[in-house]
């Protein structure tokens, strides 16, 4: 079982760092993977960083990045996206897509 609790983050994207919270329990040994994705095809420059979480890690893909734990538990993990936003455009919806795998 892999389920998402929490993903907590601004409704709208704005200019500087935007602060996601996403909460995930599971009972699966091998751990899960959330890919991480933009629905918006004309924003650029989408940086991605863990800012907190035990036991996870994050790495680029094409499609945007991948975030894997190693094994079950309880996962809390701070992100931070940045995205070169031109100040005339925003605000913007919340641009970000999680979706959860298990490995």
């Not at 929490?6 to 919270?21: C, F, N, R, V």
């Amino acid at each position: 079982m892999v389920r998402l609790q929490e993903d907590s983050h601004p409704l709208e994207l704005a200019p500087g760092i935007a602060k996601q919270k996403l909460v995930i329990q599971t009972n699966l040994k091998q751990g899960f993977c959330a890919a991480l994705s933009v629905d918006n095809n004309d924003l650029t420059g989408w940086q991605l960083r863990v800012a907190a979480g035990d036991g996870v890690w994050l790495q680029s893909t094409h499609e945007g990045y991948r975030l894997c734990s190693k094994g079950p538990g309880h996962h809390t993990v701070h992100l931070e996206h940045q995205f070169d936003i031109d100040p005339a455009v925003t605000p913007r919806p919340w641009p970000v897509r999680t979706e959860l795998a298990s490995i």
